[in-house]
């Protein structure tokens, strides 16, 4: 299922009172986009699901793979990045030209190239629409809400398409500073100085614990094996690329690091 549902909010509770009349402690706010794709093996028979917009397949990996990789991880990269410029809301990461230019060369140069055929889909539609629906200023998802549980997000949504990509000989580079964002983050001050409002993590501890570390060693911040796995902190481009990264962000900032990696010059 995949649906985009922000963390409600007093003024949604508001909404509903004043509007409805209905007294919601937790209204479950969305965005009217949904697509639910359910894999046909029903025993005993199933409803016509299909006449509601269903998307029925005999395998849902590859629909699965599909959100994972653009949705959830295009999410997730750019999140840590507009944390540290000081954004709040994701549909003001799509109205600023370099976060919403990041997007687009993340999706389509490395993971595009990673991704399993998806019957049905065009892939360049689906990620024109991800990113209409997060431009959508009505939405009003808040960046603290992705920003949460990156320890169980990256190994889900984002290092999957980095170990294909170097299985591929592909590129990496956005990867990597998406990567070297949330560490960043990780330490709780923005680019401007101010301290950022850490969202909650379940191993919150242990991956601050790994950014402390890397402020003497860059590198040392991928020996978070639960996260990263065995492939990323051994590969010497990837650890070069996210070295680089870090360096940059500490030395120049967000803005001026993504200036030099979105560049075609950049390794």
């Not at 990496?172 to 680019?191: P, R």
Request: one cysteine or more; glycine letters at 4%; proline letters at 7%.
């Amino acid at each position: 299922v995949d649906r985009i549902t922000p963390q409600t909010t007093d003024a949604d509770r508001a909404f509903l009172a004043d509007t409805y009349g209905l007294i919601d402690r937790w209204p479950v706010v969305a965005e009217t986009f949904i697509q639910w794709v359910v894999e046909d093996d029903f025993p005993q028979g199933r409803p016509p699901y299909e006449d509601v917009g269903v998307l029925l397949t005999d395998d849902v990996q590859p629909y699965e793979t599909l959100k994972l990789r653009i949705l959830n991880a295009g999410h997730s990269t750019v999140t840590y990045m507009a944390a540290l410029v000081g954004h709040t809301y994701i549909h003001e990461i799509m109205a600023d030209p370099l976060l919403a230019r990041y997007l687009q060369q993340f999706h389509d140069h490395e993971v595009t190239p990673s991704l399993p055929p998806v019957r049905g889909i065009d892939v360049a539609d689906y990620k024109r629409v991800v990113a209409e629906r997060f431009a959508n200023p009505e939405v009003k998802d808040q960046v603290a809400r992705v920003c949460q549980d990156g320890t169980s997000k990256w190994p889900k949504f984002l290092v999957p398409t980095v170990e294909s990509q170097l299985e591929l000989d592909g590129q990496v580079k956005l990867s990597a500073l998406a990567l070297a964002a949330w560490c960043q983050y990780l330490l709780g001050t923005a680019d401007d100085g101010s301290d950022i409002d850490i969202s909650a993590d379940p191993r919150l501890d242990e991956a601050q614990a790994f950014a402390r570390e890397s402020v003497a060693e860059p590198a040392a911040f991928l020996g978070f094996a639960d996260v990263f796995g065995q492939r990323l902190p051994s590969d010497p481009r990837f650890v070069s690329a996210f070295s680089e990264a870090l360096a940059m962000l500490r030395a120049q900032g967000t803005r001026a690091t993504l200036e030099r990696w979105l560049s075609p010059e950049a390794s």
